[in-house]
């Protein structure tokens, strides 16, 4: 056995060992931190706009995304160290290693900053009692500020490691191009729009977390496929980061993630397709953050211009499908499939276009 397939094996074990313990980590922290954050009384506020068979989730914890974040990030600096350290230096392709390294810990503390602006917006709403949070405005301003520091971190990553211009990305079937001064304002407006699509699509009970739970599934085939090793275990802690959340997300939840979570969710979706140098593949295997995204702004603009008149019963589209008499359950299991379905694309898309 030669030493590429040992470390392949070794970081297959890494990858699950990843896995697990962030699920480990994730489960264990649900336990304990749920009942706390029912003592300091951290409950939902259910908004009237939305369906009224919500209201019984009033008082349900919110900020439960504070157990995968710390399950997912303690987990993926563990077994990261370990990787790099017994396993990388085998790798012949060891000129890599810095540059990912340098793009897997930027990617994460932009994930880890959105997860803070969740954090200071459920808490304005939960303990300050200003049900709306942080304005929009706020928000957004907040937002960009964090997209600028890590594109600036990946520019300085590709200009001392890449040996290639920042201003270049991966397109499938047609290669490296450069984008040259758009590729900034592209990369942030993405960036800032994904956060804010899978922030919209945490509006019933297990669906962000199982949605994401099936991207990361895909990006980790993606990933094995182009030989990023260190980047799988990412993806593997947040797989099992989600499925140790969806336990107590599942319908009926016995707490929500929060914009706490969602964010942080969003962010780290968006570092593992720029690590890969894929951003475009987040519209395609992210296709239900997309569909949610749009659906609100259909709904907006069509409200506007028809006088009053509504595209769909309500948005965002899971709303929608509630409203068509669906249950959660349902709309989980469609929607997941949905992502299967268009993340087995993008793996063809890989496959045969990079």
Known sequence: MGIREVE???????????SIMSFVVTWALGKKLIPYLHKLKYGQTILEIGPSWHNKKQGTPTMGGIMFIIGIT????ITLMIYYLMVAPSNIRLQETPAMVLKICSGL??????????FWDDYIKVVKKRNLGLTAVQKLVLQFLIVAAYLFSLYFIK???????????????????DLGIFYWPLAAVLIVGMVN???LTDGIDGLSSSVTFFVGTFFLIIAGF????????????LMGGCLGFLIFNIHPAKVFMGDTGSLFLGGIICAIAFSMDLPILLPIIGIIYIAEMFSVILQVVYFKITNGKRLFKMSPLHHHCEMCGWSEVKICVVFSFITAIFGAISILIVVFGV
């Open 109 to 118: 503390f932009m994930s880890l900053a959105y997860g803070l602006i969740g």
């Open 226 to 237: 182009l030989s990023m090793m260190g980047l799988s275990i990412v993806i593997g802690a």
């Open 197 to 199: 699509s899978v922030n």
């Open 74 to 77: 303690v987990s993926s600096f």
């Open 8 to 18: 392949n094996i070794m970081t297959s074990i890494l990858v699950s060992l990843s």
């Open 159 to 177: 200009c001392a490691y890449g040996g290639i211009s920042a201003t270049t990305t991966i397109i499938p079937f047609v290669g490296r191009i």
